[in-house]
């Protein structure tokens, strides 16, 4: 996967996901901690207005513009439509950055859109965002990420190698594929748990856990940990990481996860975002 990613619940939130060379959320230290990766950063996905995932923004813009790196290089940012409070941030630094050495584009993405990531012979890779429960004020997305890809028709599966290549040659590689949409990450930003049919059968889930303890919430903004194992499990997904963890339990995360875990009998990797340090998956 190629994940380095940092999560601190009210500080600093982002996740640099380097085989599509994009950034999702863009908290503060982003740049920071990336240094000259921030020049390989092609795309910005931003889930939501608040501080903790828009602040290190002003960082990567002004980085790149300045640091030692390509200039002919572009960016991109995309953000909800409608998101005020992401758009007067944007309109803040495009002001004290009037001259940039390179293509900045702003895009406000609608739920139903998609972006392509990467194309590549028969696959493409794309992303669409779906809406997620977070603030009455703030419109929150998520964010998943499809393989588009082929594979034989039913009725040309029991054919060896030399009868599918010869099946080609005589008809075409259309006639013997059918086209199908492969779930490769699915990425909450803060919410409450999210639908199901978002993250189902998802190669990866990476959702929001600020909470170890579920007494511990007040109000309906976040998601503790039994919520999203318990979501995980319906949705059937290959693989979990827990972030945006609260600093309140920095010493007890993992024996309490572990209960977790065996409480509600989950039996694919769970994985978590210490709130101090930097997390990488490989």
């Known amino acids: 996967m190629n994940i380095i990613m940092y999560s601190k619940a009210l500080y600093s939130s982002w996740m640099y996901y380097s085989p599509d060379r994009m950034l999702i959320d863009c908290g503060e230290g982003a740049s920071t901690y990336l240094g000259n990766k921030s020049f390989a950063v092609q795309r910005v996905f931003l889930t939501h207005g608040h501080a903790d995932h828009i602040a290190g923004l002003w960082g990567l813009v002004n980085t790149r513009n300045n640091a030692m790196g390509d200039k002919e290089k572009s960016l991109e940012i995309y953000y909800p439509k409608g998101s005020k409070s992401v758009e007067e941030f944007l309109d803040f630094i495009l002001k004290?950055?009037?001259?940039?050495?390179?293509?900045?584009?702003?895009k406000p993405v609608e739920i139903g859109e998609e972006i392509v990531l990467h194309r590549t012979g028969g696959v493409k890779r794309v992303i669409r965002p779906f809406r997620t429960h977070h603030t009455i004020n703030e419109i929150s997305f998520g964010y998943n990420i499809y393989e588009r890809r082929k594979h034989l028709k039913e009725k040309y599966?029991?054919?060896s190698q030399n009868e599918i290549l010869d099946m080609i040659k005589k008809y075409g590689r259309e006639e013997i594929t059918v086209d199908y949409e492969h779930k490769i990450l699915t990425i909450s930003g803060d919410s409450t748990p999210i639908p199901v049919k978002d993250a189902y059968e998802t190669d990866l889930l990476i959702h929001e856990s600020t909470f170890l303890d579920e007494e511990d919430r007040k109000g309906n903004n976040h998601s503790s940990v039994k919520e999203v194992?318990?979501?995980?499990?319906?949705?059937k997904v290959k693989s979990l990481i827990l972030y945006h963890i609260s600093t309140r339990y920095e010493r007890n995360i993992k024996r309490y996860i572990n209960r977790a875990i065996d409480e509600i009998g989950v039996d694919f990797p769970v994985l978590y975002v210490h709130p101090s340090k930097i997390f990488t998956l490989k």
């Open 229 to 235: 194992l318990r979501l995980s499990k319906e949705a």
């Open 157 to 159: 599966r029991d054919l």
């Open 96 to 106: 004290v950055n009037n001259d940039l050495k390179y293509m900045l584009s702003i």
